[in-house]
């Protein structure tokens, strides 16, 4: 696998952010945006190509991948946003394209309805958007956190792999999977991986759901057809709730369309991201 590396640092809010632009400087800008448990690494194959055409912004949020990991660190939806929107404005970027993947959904939809980002137009993959959310495993790591802090490192690699794992339906490439998982592992990583979860707070999308009505942007809601941890259902519910919105479902994909299906999910932002407007 070729490495995918972050070049830069914004010192946020909330830790360091590492990020990275692909492309020529003064393109179209796009900006993209992970969940959760992953990173910026997703993206890697649908930035590379987009940046064939735009100039691609992609971070790791606080908490996630090569950015600040640390004790006591707030990492919760409410914080990623306004993190985004420091983003934006150091970034010097307006209105720019954004597809959101997962958690990163909530971050764009809480950085434009709670803080005033504004995006050109807005592709929602897979997100986490509508209650309720989080499956038994997440609510039960989320209740227990401490105690899952001091599982033993072989014990902690087994669960994040197999809930890793879980996100895809074709299976990851091995490669794929070491490269998601690694972030995780060490000691920094382990607690910060129960610390996510435990901020993971259905709060922070009952605040903003009910405005999903005002949204004024062309609006792409992209969603694996195979989804075990989001049923496509939620989908057409989140479309629906959005003026204007089309649902683009994407056959044999499950939550991580980046990994499953990337050729697939590439040709539908390019074409979304290329409508007139």
């Given at each position: 696998m070729s490495e995918w590396q972050l070049t830069d640092t914004f010192p946020s809010t909330s830790g360091d952010v590492r990020w990275a632009s692909l492309g020529k400087p003064g393109r179209d800008p796009v900006v993209l945006l992970h969940g959760t448990p992953f990173?910026?690494?997703v993206w890697r194959a649908v930035a590379r190509a987009l940046a064939r055409s735009h100039q691609v912004f992609v971070w790791d949020m606080p908490g996630y991948g090569a950015?600040?990991?640390s004790?006591?660190?707030?990492v919760s939806l409410a914080t990623q946003g306004r993190v985004f929107t420091e983003l934006l404005a150091h970034w010097g970027l307006d209105e720019p394209l954004v597809a959101a993947h997962d958690f990163g959904g909530a971050v764009s939809l809480r950085a434009h309805l709670l803080h005033g980002a504004r995006y050109r137009?807005?592709?929602?993959?897979?997100?986490v958007a509508l209650a309720p959310w989080g499956s038994p495993f997440f609510r039960l790591v989320g209740e227990h956190s401490d105690v899952f802090e001091?599982?033993?490192p072989a014990l902690h690699r087994a669960l994040v792999r197999e809930y890793v794992s879980s996100a895809s339906s074709p299976g990851l490439h091995p490669a794929v999977l070491d490269r998601l998982t690694r972030p995780w592992l060490d000691d920094l990583g382990q607690a910060a991986f129960y610390r996510q979860i435990a901020q993971a707070d259905q709060r922070y999308t009952d605040e903003v759901q009910d405005?999903?009505?005002e949204l004024s942007m062309p609006t792409l809601v992209c969603w694996g057809e195979d989804d075990s941890w989001i049923p496509v259902a939620k989908g057409r519910e989140l479309a629906a709730r959005i003026p204007g919105a089309r649902l683009e479902p994407?056959?044999?994909a499950g939550h991580l369309v980046q990994e499953d299906a990337p050729a697939e999910l590439t040709a539908a932002l390019m074409a979304f991201f290329q409508e007139p407007r």
């Open positions: 990173s910026s690494y950015s600040e990991k004790a006591g660190q707030d137009a807005l592709a929602l993959v897979d997100p001091q599982l033993p405005r999903y009505g994407i056959a044999g």
